[in-house]
T-cell receptor
Framework: AQTVTQSQPEMSVQEAETVTLSCTYDTSENNYYLFWYKQPPSRQMILVIR??????QNATENRFSVNFQKAAKSFSLKISDSQLGDTAMYFC??????????FGQGTILTVHP | NAGVTQTPKFQVLKTGQSMTLQCAQD?????MYWYRQDPGMGLRLIYYSASEGTTDKGEVPNGYNVSRLNKREFSLRLESAAPSQTSVYFC?????????????FGPGTRLTVL
């Protein structure tokens, strides 16, 4: 069974600053992928970034980047130059066969002006 | 393209009543999923359909049934609703085949069981 743990229920950051959200996972799968999804107050789920577990290079997507430590089963998200629109619940997610997703509990991020 | 659509958006049921949540996607995706999200938590997989004609249980299938009506539509049925099924329900779809594909989510259905 897969488990995903986000130990930070809430985080806050000032606009334009950098914040890092933490995530650890435990999986028995050899072939898996990791994602960060955001859920703003509108409730819509939006993909932020994805990481192939077999790749050592960390994924980046504009202001969003990850620090993937496979041996430690750690997958953190760094948001640079935070914007008010980044305010949302962020979920760390593991994807395995047939696209089955396992979600963490989520971290509520608030960006202050 | 509408993406993934869900009906209804809100529903209130009494304990023991039944209902069907509808989901449709217009992206020609092979795989479809039903999740539930309880307050302050992540989504949990109820059932999924890897391809048309197949369905499988996810993490929390008890109390639910599903039907993959065709490639576009995937419905979730509550035969006898219970207060523990009060939740927000999300449908999602993906092209299928590999696990790194992005899943596209519908807007959700907020269900309250009294």
């Amino acid at each position: 069974a897969q488990t995903v743990t986000q130990s930070q229920p809430e985080m806050s950051v000032q606009e334009a600053e950098t914040v890092t959200l933490s995530c650890t996972y435990d999986t028995s799968e050899n072939n898996y992928y990791l994602f960060w999804y955001k859920q703003p107050p509108s409730r819509q789920m939006i993909l932020v970034i994805r990481q192939e577990a077999y790749k050592q290079q960390n994924a980046t997507e504009n202001r969003f980047s990850v620090n993937f430590q496979k041996a430690a089963k750690s997958f953190s998200l760094k948001i640079s130059d935070s914007q008010l629109g980044d305010t949302a619940m962020y979920f760390c997610v593991e994807g395995t066969s047939y696209g089955k997703l396992t979600f963490g509990q989520g971290t509520i991020l608030t960006v202050h002006p | 393209n509408a993406g993934v659509t869900q009906t209804p958006k809100f529903q209130v049921l009494k304990t023991g009543q039944s209902m069907t949540l509808q989901c449709a996607q217009d992206m020609n995706h092979n795989s479809m999923y039903w999740y539930r999200q309880d307050p302050g938590m992540g989504l949990r997989l109820i059932y999924y359909s890897a391809s048309e004609g197949t369905t499988d249980k996810g993490e929390v299938p008890n109390g639910y049934n599903v039907s993959r009506l065709n490639k576009r539509e995937f419905s979730l049925r509550l035969e006898s609703a219970a207060p523990s099924q009060t939740s927000v329900y999300f449908c999602a779809s993906t092209p299928g085949g590999v696990s790194y594909n992005e899943q596209f989510f519908g807007p959700g259905t907020r269900l309250t069981v009294l």
